[in-house]
């Protein structure tokens, strides 16, 4: 969403079980339509932030993110496709959610009525 609004939405992401580093596969294929992750790291989420969030999406139904009182937005869950489940593993893999995913924030960016950077 960054690399789409820019600086018009804050973004924050979060995982249930967060991963000591970056998925080398996945920052390889981001690189290669141009959205950079510097800076960004595997970091829990924030209960904090999940109060406070005007849009919660969770991607896949692995990861079990509970509702809490007080939150202002219900809970979104983007099942998204899973190569590996037909053998694509790696790179291909990378760049099949990848371009799946990108295609849900487009989407959403235009909901939102920030689909390009000013």
Request: net charge negative; glycine share 12%.
């Amino acid at each position: 969403m960054k690399h789409i609004a820019g600086d018009r939405v804050a973004v924050y992401s979060g995982g249930t079980g967060p991963d000591e580093k970056l998925a080398t596969d996945a920052v390889v294929s981001l690189g290669e339509i141009g959205i950079g992750v510097e800076g960004q790291f595997p970091k829990a989420i924030d209960p904090e932030i999940l109060l406070s969030a005007d849009r919660v999406v969770i991607l896949g139904d692995q990861a079990k993110v509970e509702a809490s009182d007080g939150m202002k937005s219900a809970i979104e869950t983007w099942l998204t496709i899973e190569p590996a489940d037909r053998g694509i593993h790696g790179a291909a893999r990378a760049a099949l959610v990848r371009d799946d995913i990108y295609a849900r924030v487009m989407k959403l960016a235009h909901e939102l009525g920030v689909s390009e950077k000013e």
